[in-house]
């Protein structure tokens, strides 16, 4: 069961990761190479100046690249503390004798609700995202 809501959630951020380097990401790489290479095009800049300004250009990709991971991070952590629950839950069953069947039911209803409630959060942070990535470079 926890194995069938894991590949939701993963098959869920799979496809909004792809939508975001599609959409804004690859659009930041295109310009961060044609920056890079019009840096190179200056035969008067010395290496050092060369090497600088093509860190210029890497900066808003390198940090639209943390944003996402950063992002992505903190969802994993949530939904993380959201199964830890889960199974505090359900260890506190076992110990106070419930069945194991129940238990395994309790647990499995707990996970699919964590889920659940992180599933529609994905659009949203997804959103937010975007709309963070929009204003970096600019």
Do not use: Y
């Not at 069938?4 to 380097?21: F, G, P, T, W, Y």
């Not at 290479?37 to 090497?51: L, P």
């Not at 129940?102 to 997804?126: A, E, F, G």
């Amino acid at each position: 069961m926890a194995e069938v809501q894991q590949l939701r959630v993963q098959e869920a951020v799979d496809s909004m990761v792809k939508s975001v380097e599609r959409e804004n990401i690859r659009k930041m790489q295109g310009l961060m190479f044609r920056c890079s290479a019009s840096c190179c095009e200056d035969s008067q800049a010395s290496m050092q100046q060369v090497h600088q300004c093509i860190e210029r250009c890497h900066a808003p990709l390198a940090q639209a690249q943390a944003l996402v991971t950063s992002e992505l991070e903190k969802f994993q952590d949530r939904l993380a503390r959201c199964t830890m629950h889960c199974n505090d839950k359900a260890k506190d069953s076992i110990d106070a004798g419930s069945k194991e069947l129940q238990v395994k039911r309790q647990l499995d209803s707990c996970v699919t609700k964590c889920v659940d409630d992180h599933m529609h959060l994905i659009p949203t942070m997804t959103k937010k995202m975007k709309e963070s990535l929009s204003s970096i470079g600019k």
